[in-house]
């Protein structure tokens, strides 16, 4: 095995790991945005409900 080919394996696999992290940091922030989004209206719709003593 010629030595740019272990420079080229560790490009590839730096890619494909950057790639990765950046897929799950995206991933977790739809996630938290999409439970915020849900808390958001279950509060709105306790706030809408009407009391009754």
């Known amino acids: ?3 740019t080919a272990n420079i ?5 696999y730096r890619k494909r790991k950057q790639a990765q992290q950046r897929a799950l940091a995206m991933w977790e922030m739809y996630a938290r ?15 809408a409900e009407t009391r009754h003593a």
């Open 33 to 47: 945005n999409a439970g915020f989004q849900a808390f958001q209206w279950v509060q709105a719709a306790k706030a």
């Open 1 to 3: 095995m010629n030595p």
């Open 8 to 12: 080229i394996d560790f490009a590839s």
